[in-house]
């Protein structure tokens, strides 16, 4: 199994601020990452699929990098929205594996 | 819109067995895509229990596979998910999801939670 190890486990940063998260695959995944957004109550919305392509109505001030085994999520400018957990997905290998989530606070 | 809505009890008994389903609306499971679901404990992350292809081909995670059923029924146009012998760790909120065939998940129920005691 393909263990997806995620840092910071929180990341406290203010609005308007600029916040970088990262994810790390136990062995080469490619480009095969999502990264998903997910708020107290609700289900996870997906951001980011093939490592860096946004999915529909994504804000262009999420971006995602990375290829093998290291990964970055950005996030300029951050948005009273934007303060939630993220998480990354590797779909390379089957089964599928999440990291534990990075909590984004103000 | 693809929408997804999981039901079933949310009350299992230690070792009886879980059962929900996954109505899809907005588009019909025999047209494609894979549909999947995933599972998070309470204040824990996320896991992936299996996912199916409309023809019924399936993937379970090795370490449920022996207690896992995922099955699709194009006719009704919902997937369903079997979880036999629960225990304590098995409680958590039960997500479906579809996969449009790439590996990521773009639409989601919006989960149900299971709690396992007698």
């Known amino acids: 199994e393909v263990v997806m190890t995620q840092s910071p486990a929180t990341l406290s940063v203010s609005p308007g601020e600029r916040a970088t998260l990262s994810c790390r695959a136990s062995?080469?995944?490619?480009?095969?990452l999502a990264w998903y957004q997910q708020k107290p109550g609700q289900a996870p919305r997906l951001l980011i699929f093939?490592?860096?392509t946004r999915a529909t109505g994504i804000p262009a001030r999420l971006s995602g990098s990375g290829s093998g085994t290291e990964f970055t999520l950005t996030i300029s400018s951050l948005q009273s929205e934007d303060f939630a957990v993220y998480y990354c997905q590797q779909y390379n290998i089957w089964p599928y594996t999440f990291g534990q989530g990075t909590k984004l606070e103000i | 819109q693809v929408q997804l809505q999981e039901s079933g009890p949310g009350l299992v008994k230690p070792s009886e067995t879980l059962s929900l389903t996954c109505t899809v609306a907005g588009y019909s499971i025999s047209s494609g895509s894979y549909w999947g679901w995933i599972r998070q404990p309470p204040g824990k992350g996320l896991e992936w229990i299996g996912n199916?292809?409309?023809?019924?081909?399936?993937y379970y995670n090795p370490s449920l596979k022996s207690r896992v059923t995922i099955s699709v029924d194009t006719s009704k146009n919902h997937l369903s998910l079997k979880l036999r012998s629960v225990t304590a760790a098995d409680a958590a909120v039960y997500y479906c999801?579809?996969?449009?065939?790439?590996?990521?998940?773009?639409?989601w129920g919006q989960g149900t939670l299971v709690t396992v005691s007698s």
């Open positions: 199916i292809y409309h023809s019924g081909n399936s």
């Open positions: 999801a579809r996969d449009p065939g790439g590996g990521w998940s773009d639409f």
């Open positions: 062995q080469s995944i490619r480009d095969n």
């Open positions: 093939g490592a860096s």
